[in-house]
């Protein structure tokens, strides 16, 4: 079955950055198009990045110059660099294959002092 299974989630300070994984499962992957989204409290989901399977990335605005999406087609994992956090990037942030239902469980990533 499909799994995605997201790491590097934290606590980090302002300027500070993270690194998030995306391990998956029971697709072929290297022609999947994969996304992040995340979810602060109180508001939508929202997408962040997306990335094709020939590894073409495209960024929501907020994150732009900031976050880098990457993928490792070997190692089926896709990867969210974030760099200069602010805290209003402060959310769950989700693994998901684009354009349908899987999603993994998220990962917290908090950027406070």
């Known amino acids: 079955q499909v799994q995605l299974v997201e790491s590097g989630g934290g606590l980090v300070q302002p300027g500070g950055s993270l690194r998030l994984s995306c391990a998956a499962s029971g697709i072929i992957f290297a022609i999947t198009t994969m996304d992040w989204y995340r979810q602060a409290p109180g508001k939508q989901r929202e997408l962040v990045a997306v990335?094709?399977?020939?590894?073409?990335?495209n960024y929501a605005n907020p994150v732009k110059g900031r976050f880098t999406i990457s993928r490792d087609n070997a190692k089926q994992t896709v990867y969210l660099q974030m760099n200069s956090l602010k805290p209003e990037d402060t959310a769950v942030y989700y693994c998901h294959i684009s354009s349908s239902q899987y999603w993994g469980r998220g990962t917290q990533v908090t950027v406070s002092s």
């Open positions: 990335i094709t399977g020939g590894g073409s990335p």
